[in-house]
């Protein structure tokens, strides 16, 4: 708890709390909690307080852009990133077989837990705190893009449109690893191009990496 502690610069009145954050359905017992609830309200508390930092720190920018910045911010891939930076994965509760999967390396667990530990945050101290861990791991990511991101998928799909082509078109190739830790491997074309394949641990994760890859061969990623 004293290395979570220094990680977070915060320190539970309820380390239950934080306990349960960092819990994986596989480690607990039967009736046991998880993180799975805590990442449900984590989720949006971290929606709540990026759109408010967000909407003090673009005041001449509209929703769409807000939004665009916001869908960025909080999806799985950045939480994952925050999660490795703060060194979570050695700290989360896994069984021997999901360690043994690279569980503390996946990016869909550290990212489940990065918002369950937001929300455990929230629970123990309210909103501020949460603002103030929310503010010092996401301020630099907030202000890194000087205009609103657009993702692979969407700047793939733009791409195409301005050539005149259909839509890309995403097949799932392959599936593997367990239910709660799968592996994706997501194929993409568009029009008479060779496709590019992506992997991930979720399908969206897999289809921006191809969307990503096929951009980077038609050096289109930023036209």
Known sequence: MRELTEILEYEFNDPELARIALTHRSAAGRGEPTYERLEFL??????????????????????????KRLVALVRRETLAEVAVKLDLGPLINLSKGEEDAGGHENPAILSDVCEALIGAIYRDGGLEPARRFLERHWQDLMTAEKTPPKDAKTS?????????FDLPDYRTVARSGPDHAPH????????????????????????????????????????
Do not use: C, S
């Open 42 to 67: 984590g989720d949006r508390v971290l929606a709540l307080v990026i759109a408010d930092l967000l909407y003090e720190h673009y005041p001449h920018e509209d929703e769409g852009a807000l939004a």
């Open 156 to 164: 793939l799909q733009e791409w195409a449109q301005g050539k005149g």
């Open 184 to 223: 994706f491997t997501i194929e993409v074309r568009v029009a008479k191009y060779p496709p590019e394949r992506g992997e991930g641990a979720t399908k969206r994760m897999a289809e921006q990496a191809a969307a990503e890859l096929l951009l980077e061969r038609l050096g289109a990623a930023n036209g």
